[in-house]
């Protein structure tokens, strides 16, 4: 079965640290990218962190976690890791992982699908694997 499965969450004080993990298992998957999202009550999903699913794997970031989280991956194992430092009471949320599956149409600006996958990926644009999430909660 394709399926992307969350570890790692709970709850921390602030300036605490957490690792989430992200188990991909299933050969329909076979990402082009996996990313982080996290949704808090009230709030849009946000994109927080993706890496490229080949090669050196370049990684992208939010303002809002820039220089306190990292995206890692361990293909070996199939799994992509969050580890998160310096957490602070607003990054309280449920946490995804997501990916964008190689055979994923991109539909583009002029209604063709021809969006470029790495701006997809950059983006946090149409990924269509998703994880069941795992909470975050992180006390002052």
């Known amino acids: 079965q394709d399926q992307l499965e969350e570890s790692g969450g709970g709850s921390v004080q602030a300036g605490g640290s957490l690792r989430l993990s992200c188990a991909i298992s299933?050969?329909?998957?076979?990402?082009?990218?996996v990313g982080w999202f996290r949704q808090a009550p009230g709030k849009e999903r946000e994109g927080i962190a993706t890496?490229?699913?080949?090669?050196?794997?370049?990684?992208y970031y939010a303002d809002s976690v820039k220089g306190r989280f990292t995206i890692t991956q361990d293909n070996a194992n199939n799994t992509v890791y969050l580890q998160m430092n310096n957490l602070k009471p607003e990054d309280t949320a449920m946490y995804y992982c997501?990916?964008?599956?190689?055979?994923?149409?991109?539909?583009?600006?002029?209604?063709?699908?021809?969006?470029?996958?790495?701006?997809?990926?950059?983006?946090?644009?149409?990924?269509?694997?998703w994880g069941q999430g795992t909470q975050v909660t992180v006390s002052s």
């Open positions: 299933g050969f329909l998957i076979n990402p082009k990218c």
């Open positions: 997501a990916a964008l599956s190689s055979k994923k149409r991109l539909l583009g600006p002029s209604n063709r699908y021809d969006r470029d996958w790495r701006e997809a990926c950059r983006t946090f644009y149409d990924y269509n694997f």
């Open positions: 890496i490229i699913s080949s090669g050196d794997g370049p990684t």
